[in-house]
């Protein structure tokens, strides 16, 4: 399968613990996006790279997510000190540079987090 | 303020039945729409792309529809199948690189 993958697919943690998510891209993609679903919402923007390049951060929910993508191939996501009001879907996604322009995401089957 | 709405927020059908699906929004400069489905549990999956000069377009049972002069758009699904119960999310391209979703609308076909 050469599709996005995500993982782990589900976790489970205790407030104050730190968490971290992987994403592998589709191999040629050079644009990587990380989106947060919460249940009966649309995905919600929180970060992008471009290559390695992340280029918009702005939108990360708080100084406690950060997103990573070192080598320009898979991406983490960490979320530190952990609240219940984390817990959400995490989508990755990933697109080459022109098809982001026509909108068309691959997307990943997601991290689904429970805090506690 | 760049925003997609959809509606309904849910839907119930009975298999074999036909739906339509509606997506309004006020997203400017306008670059296309796409459609989404999204299994329970799973990542969005691309139905159609919408760019502005098109007023309709299908793939198998499923039309959409865009009026650019009044920033709607519909999905049309004929002859509903159990397996299109899925949430269908409506995305909207703009300013050449940014994307805003909408909510989606969760449809259950039952038999």
């Known amino acids: 399968d050469t599709g996005v993958s995500q993982n782990p697919r589900h976790k489970i943690t205790k407030r104050g613990q730190n968490v971290t998510f992987r994403c592998d891209p589709i191999?040629?993609?050079?644009?990587l996006y990380w989106y947060r679903q919460t249940l009966g919402q649309g995905p919600e923007f929180l970060t992008y790279f471009q290559n390695e390049a992340q280029l918009e951060k702005s939108r990360l929910l708080s100084d406690r997510f950060s997103a990573e993508r070192p080598k320009g191939s898979f991406s983490t996501l960490e979320i530190q000190r952990t609240e219940q009001g984390d817990s959400a879907m995490y989508l990755c996604?990933?697109?080459?540079?022109?098809?982001?322009?026509?909108?068309?995401?691959?997307f990943g089957e997601g991290s689904r987090l429970t805090v506690l | 303020k760049n925003q997609v709405e959809q509606s309904p927020q849910s839907l119930i059908i009975l298999e074999g039945k036909n739906c339509t699906l509606q997506?309004?929004?006020?997203?400017?400069?306008?670059?296309?729409l796409r459609w989404y489905k999204q299994d329970t549990g799973r990542g969005p999956v691309s139905l159609t792309i919408m760019t502005f000069s098109e007023n309709t377009k299908s793939n198998g049972r499923y039309t959409a529809t865009l009026d650019a002069d009044t920033k709607q758009s519909s999905l049309h699904i004929t002859a509903s199948q159990l397996s299109d119960s899925a949430s269908y999310i409506c995305v909207v391209s703009y300013n050449n690189n940014d994307m805003r979703f909408g909510a989606g609308t969760r449809l259950t076909v039952k038999p």
């Open positions: 996604a990933s697109s080459l540079d022109g098809q982001a322009n026509t909108g068309e995401l691959f």
């Open positions: 997506c309004n929004y006020t997203v400017s400069p306008f670059s296309n």
């Open positions: 191999s040629e993609h050079n644009r």
